[in-house]
């Protein structure tokens, strides 16, 4: 049942999987079925591969398990903007820009062929995102660093049962072509409708269970689930579970932004 929960070799219960691949459409990765992946530049990390072009995603995204010591010499690439969230530990980061000191929910971005260099103090999990960016004339990304715990929860499309962070500042600034989020939904909340749009997720479930609509079928989603949501899927959730007993749903993701369709 994956290194993720060390329930490794002979198994006594029957072969079952919450994953589902539809390519075109969405994809469910389940946390028991990740393995690892030895990925250059990270060293005493243990790295999942979640999306990427594989799947059909314009981008890759990664799960990352940091050992006490671990450390990576470079995420990004030429022409590579990359992404770095703290789910949980602490450790330090710096590109060409700037160095920091982040924990629990803090991030970084970093522009285009900018690499993000990070060391742990010790056991760290990260959820870290790589594109190539879409360059526009007279405008630029530059590095934001910043923590989720120190963001403004806004009422998601006027709801006060459904909130969402947004991290970088694409939503007045189009030298961004991406931007990341985090909604959360009380339990019983829900998207006021079904979106269906050009954009493609990247979604890494940080808290709460959900019962999500992708495409044409209703498939419960939970914390440590991962999901790929191609363009234009119908896409919706409820938060579920019993109020006041258990965690709020909480999810992070990605959304490109900011471009015209290329042709």
Known sequence: ????????????????TRSIIKKGDYIVLDPDGLVKNVVPGYENCDVTI????????????YLVHVHEGGKNTGIGGEGIESFLYVVDGELSVKNDDQSAELTKGGYIYSPASNNITFEAKGEATLYVYRRRYEPVAGHSAHTVVGNANDL????????????????????????????????????????GYIETHVQQHGMYFLSGKSM????DDWVPLQKGDYCFMDAYVPQACYAVGDEGREEELVYIYSKDCNRDVAL
């Open 50 to 61: 979640l999306g990427s072009p594989a799947m059909g995603a314009t981008f890759a995204d």
């Open 152 to 191: 403004e929860w806004m009422s998601y499309e006027g709801m006060e049962n459904c909130y969402v962070q947004d991290f970088l500042p694409s939503a007045h600034d189009i030298g961004f072509d991406m931007n990341m989020h985090i909604l959360k939904f009380h339990i019983g909340a829900s998207h």
């Open 1 to 16: 049942m994956s290194y993720l929960n060390n329930q490794l070799g002979y198994r006594d219960a029957l072969l079952d």
């Open 212 to 215: 999500y609509r992708l495409g």
